[in-house]
């Protein structure tokens, strides 16, 4: 059968509008023009004068202090409710998982305001916790979503014969299910928290004074800022974010290498 | 999940979750409806009492237009997302199965950059210094003094850009499921080409494209941040307007009502695919296209 060639034609259209503004926008990080229009020479002035933007560098600790906190307790409370979703399946797991899925689809904007309102009603200061609340909010569905997967692979067999060999179900599940689960475990953690570093929506909506993050910088940046800053400071997380998924993708080949 | 199973341990691992995202999701989301039939008081907080004078402030001409423009802009960059994601969907299913993995990956790798990141790349494009903008003049397709940003179609553009991968990772997952010798068969019987495409490829698929359906319009329905970079106030969505009453104006009921209306946009086709579909389509691509592991569903 003679195959069409206009699939491919808009598949590598698709792929280079793709790539596109990435690509000139980490070349352009390295031009020494202003705008970024002509290459104007190689230059790392960019990256130099990013040193002495204090405020990037107060803005990257918060949304670091964040990230870590936000992973912690999401990934705990959504390693716990995949056991309970995995487990049971009662009515309960039913009311259960739609207030898991259902963040999962509502637009951040509206995550922000709701969270805003229930902050202003209840006197709650805005600031760093804050931020810290919503992001667990949101991270929590992800956790669940990846940890539940996992344990959909999990062979129960394995639980069955350590209550067989004596263990009561508190030693199974830590002596087996949980170190078998570690891998998934980890995937849901590090989503939650490339998740919580990237946000931004939601992060603005709730957050206050002195508690800006990275990302309510760079917008502040990119509504007021010095275009090839941005560029040198985008560069730099896209390195970050790529040797860190790379790393992630690695240890999840090994893990599946392994079985 | 132990083997026996006690109601005591169900609780114990259901109850921080469960009490959290009632307290911080549900509670939150329904406290919209509540608020917006609140007063503001003169702090920029949240009045005594009740009152429909904000509910009824919506009929302000400027909001229907506001909302038709969220509407056909989010239909608009749907169509085009989920138009331009089955020829992609379908190369990538035809590919060799040791290509397969690469080519979704590739399309998974712009979504590891930062969000406001690759809005910013495309703003710099249209700069009128910007490299788009001084091809575009040197062919001499615009004019000079023509600005490529703050207008409708730069935040099409930007979310069809931000948006297009939801798209092809749901219809990549049916399309890698499709029986080609379907293909094939119809082919033999006489039918065309385009007919075999339109009455057994697209019928084969069209689960896959319906979660591609929800999984462009419901974000592209709350989009902020994107008109409000790309887009002068030709191109306001519901999502600037509520951020104005919030930040701007301080009037938190008015931004509530505006949520409400969103709320219920967002959950109408949520709805009724609920209620036509099988559940969880949406957020299992919502996760993988998130998580970077595209291959999982190979």
């Not at chain 2, 169900?10 to 307290?23: H, K, N």
Request: glycine share 6%; net charge positive; proline share 5%.
């Amino acid at each position: 059968m003679k195959r069409s060639v206009l699939p491919y034609v808009i598949a590598a259209a698709v792929l280079v509008f793709l790539y596109l503004p990435i690509v000139i926008l980490v070349a352009n990080s390295f031009n020494a023009s202003r705008f970024g229009g002509s290459w104007e020479g190689f230059s790392l002035r960019w990256y130099l004068r990013l040193r002495e933007q204090r405020e990037i560098w107060y803005a990257l600790r918060n949304t670091l202090v964040v990230a870590f906190a936000a992973t912690i307790i999401s990934t705990v409370l959504g390693t716990t409710a995949a056991l309970a979703l995995h487990g049971w399946g009662t009515r309960l797991q039913r009311v259960h998982y739609a207030l898991i899925y259902t963040p999962l689809v509502v637009p951040d904007v509206l995550i922000g305001i709701s969270l805003l309102l229930l902050f202003v009603a209840l006197g709650v200061r805005l600031g760093l916790g804050t931020i810290l609340l919503a992001h667990v909010s949101f991270c929590i569905s992800y956790v669940t979503m990846v940890v539940l997967s996992r344990l959909q692979d999990f062979d129960a067999s394995l639980l069955e014969a350590a209550r067989d060999l004596g263990a009561n179900s508190w030693q199974a599940m830590r002596l087996v299910l949980l170190p078998l689960l570690m891998p998934g475990i980890a995937a849901g953690g590090l989503l939650a928290f490339t998740l919580s570093i990237d946000d931004f929506v939601i992060s603005f909506f709730v957050s206050g004074p002195g508690s800006t993050t990275l990302p309510i910088r760079i917008y502040s940046m990119i509504k007021h800022g010095s275009p090839p800053l941005i560029n040198a400071l985008s560069t730099l997380l896209i390195v970050v974010t790529f040797s860190a998924v790379w790393v992630a993708q690695m240890l999840s080949k090994e893990r599946r290498s392994e079985r | 999940m132990p083997t026996r199973r006690s109601r005591a341990g169900e609780l114990l691992l259901t109850a921080p979750s469960l009490v959290w995202l009632i307290v911080l999701f549900a509670v939150p989301t329904l406290m919209v409806f509540a608020v917006a039939l609140k007063p503001v008081d003169s702090y920029g907080g949240i009045g005594q009492g009740w009152t429909l004078q904000t509910v009824l402030n919506l009929r302000d001409p400027n909001y229907p237009a506001i909302v038709w423009r969220t509407l056909w802009m989010s239909a608009v960059a749907t169509v085009v997302c989920v138009g331009l994601s089955v020829p992609t969907a379908y190369v990538m299913a035809r590919a060799a199965p040791s290509r397969r993995q690469l080519l979704v990956l590739l399309v998974v790798v712009p979504f590891w950059t930062s969000f406001l990141v690759r809005i910013f790349a495309w703003k710099a494009l249209l700069h009128p210094e910007g490299l788009i903008k001084r091809l575009l003049v040197l062919i001499g397709l615009v004019e000079p003094s023509v600005s490529l940003l703050y207008r409708p179609e730069a935040v099409l553009m930007v979310m069809v850009y931000t948006y297009l991968p939801f798209a092809i990772l749901p219809v990549y997952a049916a399309a890698e499921r499709f029986d080609w010798c379907l293909l094939e068969a119809a082919m033999d019987l006489g039918a065309s080409r385009i007919r075999s495409f339109t009455s057994v490829f697209l019928p084969g698929i069209s689960r896959g494209l319906a979660t591609a359906v929800m999984m462009v319009f419901i974000p592209c329905l709350g989009s902020y941040v994107i008109p409000d970079v790309m887009g002068g106030t030709s191109a306001e969505m519901i999502g600037n307007k509520i951020a104005q009453r919030t930040f701007v104006d301080r009037n938190l009921p008015h931004a509530s009502a505006l949520s409400a209306l969103l709320t219920l946009a967002v959950f109408l086709p949520l709805v009724v695919r609920w209620v036509t579909l099988w559940r969880g389509g949406a957020s299992e691509t919502m996760v993988r296209a998130r998580e970077g592991a595209g291959e999982e569903m190979l």
